[in-house]
Nanobody, 115 residues
Framework: QVQFVESGGGLVQPGGSLTLSCAAS????????MGWYRQAPGKWRELAAS???????NYADSVKGRFTISRDNAKNMVYLQMKSLKPEDTAVYYC?????????WGQGTQVTVSS
């Protein structure tokens, strides 16, 4: 029953920035460990960033230092601030709970990094 809707993707030049947003349904959001996943064509979906219910964050080595995940429990929102974007960051980005609260995978939001 938990649903997440991603937005904010688009076309950006290498070195540019984008901020993605994820709107979550349900009243249990504040208890969920949340993640931003991404999947490029022909590749496995990978966890790019995660944030615990109390704000502890983790990042994949490929995005560490460039991406920042945050959450606003009052708004049931998760954000992914992306800076210094590289062509390798091109993918469909999805948000979802890591375990508790996991919902169906939605459409995601496309991020394309190209000049």
């Amino acid at each position: 029953q938990v649903q997440f809707v991603e937005s904010g993707g688009g076309l950006v030049q290498p070195g540019g920035s984008l901020t993605l947003s994820c709107a979550a349904s349900g009243s249990g959001f504040s208890d969920y460990f949340m993640g931003w996943y991404r999947q490029a064509p022909g590749k496995w979906r990978e966890l790019a960033a995660s944030i615990s219910s109390f704000g502890t964050t983790n990042y994949a080595d490929s995005v560490k230092g460039r991406f920042t995940i945050s959450r606003d429990n009052a708004k049931n929102m998760v954000y992914l601030q992306m800076k210094s974007l590289k062509p390798e960051d091109t993918a469909v980005y999805y948000c979802n709970a890591l375990t508790v609260g996991r919902g169906s995978w939605g459409q995601g939001t496309q991020v394309t990094v190209s000049s």
